[in-house]
């Protein structure tokens, strides 16, 4: 079955004003994509690796990327294509949550 990495971005301000039951559920919904075989974190610290040329190790810690809100977690789910992914996680708790998240297709 086709993998795809998630990436949920979110604040804690947007989750503390989303209704606990739909929080709840949200929860509930991550519990499921577990169950499923979902590899499921919460976001540390992160490090930039950089090789140029083979020639020397550079390392930075902090993001490469930036967004409006913060990269709060990732996971690596199985669907059997793009729909059901959204639909998977329309209802995790950074969908749900004032937050967003991303799908990239493992190919």
Known sequence: MPKFVTIGYGDQAGYDRTPRAVRDAAHEQDARLRLEGALMGIAG???QVRNPDAGGLEILERPFMSAALPIAGFAIIEAADLAE????????????????VEIWPLT
């Open 45 to 47: 610290k992160p490090v």
């Open 85 to 100: 992914a959204i639909e998977k996680v329309s209802r995790v708790p950074c969908a749900v949550a004032h937050g967003v």
